[in-house]
């Protein structure tokens, strides 16, 4: 038998280190529903509208109620109350900032089945784009897919309508008080249009008798005279 002690023990390599890769993203459950919108303001503006996510009630069409639980750097997380559907519906949420590119924000625990949003905003010609993406899954029985769907459509829609109006209010107001301290443009009345002068005939005057000759007048006379000699 062979001494066990003489055996060379193999030593065990350690097992090399394993990549652990990031899990990619599932595919979004329940609806989707996206816009976007052109704000006629700075970018840096429209992306603190989007970033505090305790000012959504402001805009949001189904959170009623936003209370800031905890806020380190850029990740927050954020209570949400609101109605859906006339029920009442709470969602805990932890959002992650992109400074002055994006707002992304999905539910950790609350009574929906699955919440996730996000704002991007990117800067144009003529201002800012705003785009602003909803996936839903209410988990309610009563509400089927189409349901649920316009839900999330009406959040977009209506959220996006509300910062636009809300971002662009001073500007409106501003494009107003300067239309009306604008003079009014002076309107010239036209003189009417002399009527042309028709020639005005008058009527002919009677021709003036034409002076007896001087023949009768003598006549005239001697008669005078005859007369005046048979009286004596």
């Given at each position: 038998?062979?001494?066990?002690?003489?055996?060379?023990?193999?030593?065990?390599?350690?097992?090399?280190?394993?990549?652990?890769?990031?899990?990619?993203?599932?595919?979004?459950?329940?609806?989707?529903?996206?816009?976007?919108?052109?704000?006629?303001?700075?970018?840096?503006?429209?992306?603190?509208?989007?970033?505090?996510?305790?000012?959504?009630?402001?805009?949001?069409?189904?959170?009623?109620?936003?209370?800031?639980?905890?806020?380190?750097?850029?990740?927050?997380?954020?209570?949400?109350?609101?109605?859906?559907?006339?029920?009442?519906?709470?969602?805990?949420?932890?959002?992650?900032?992109?400074?002055?590119?994006?707002?992304?924000?999905?539910?950790?625990?609350?009574?929906?089945?699955?919440?996730?949003?996000?704002?991007?905003?990117?800067?144009?010609?003529?201002g800012?784009?705003?785009?602003?993406?909803?996936?839903?899954?209410?988990?309610?029985?009563?509400?089927?897919?189409?349901?649920?769907?316009?839900?999330?459509?009406?959040?977009?829609?209506?959220?996006?309508?509300?910062?636009?109006?809300?971002?662009?209010?001073?500007?409106?107001?501003?494009?107003?008080?300067?239309m009306?301290?604008?003079?009014?443009?002076?309107?010239?009345?036209?003189?009417p249009?002399?009527?042309?002068?028709?020639?005005?005939?008058?009527?002919?005057?009677?021709?003036?008798?034409?002076a007896?000759?001087?023949?009768?007048?003598?006549?005239?006379?001697?008669?005078?005279?005859?007369?005046?000699?048979?009286?004596?």
């Open positions: 038998m062979e001494n066990p002690a003489g055996r060379r023990r193999r030593r065990r390599g350690r097992p090399g280190a394993v990549a652990v890769q990031p899990t990619p993203p599932g595919p979004s459950r329940g609806v989707r529903a996206t816009g976007q919108r052109l704000l006629r303001v700075p970018a840096n503006a429209a992306y603190g509208m989007a970033s505090r996510l305790e000012h959504l009630p402001r805009w949001s069409d189904l959170w009623m109620r936003a209370d800031s639980v905890e806020k380190r750097g850029n990740r927050q997380v954020v209570r949400l109350r609101g109605f859906l559907a006339g029920l009442p519906v709470e969602s805990v949420v932890r959002a992650e900032m992109e400074p002055g590119q994006a707002v992304r924000w999905r539910q950790a625990h609350g009574t929906l089945l699955h919440y996730a949003a996000q704002f991007e905003v990117s800067s144009a010609e003529e800012t784009v705003v785009r602003y993406t909803v996936e839903l899954d209410p988990g309610i029985t009563m509400l089927d897919q189409e349901a649920a769907h316009r839900v999330a459509v009406q959040e977009v829609e209506r959220t996006l309508d509300r910062m636009k109006w809300s971002a662009e209010r001073e500007l409106v107001a501003e494009e107003v008080r300067l009306k301290a604008r003079p009014a443009p002076e309107t010239t009345v036209s003189a249009a002399a009527e042309p002068a028709t020639a005005t005939t008058e009527p002919p005057t009677p021709e003036e008798p034409a007896q000759p001087a023949k009768r007048r003598r006549r005239r006379r001697r008669r005078r005279k005859a007369g005046g000699g048979g009286a004596a």
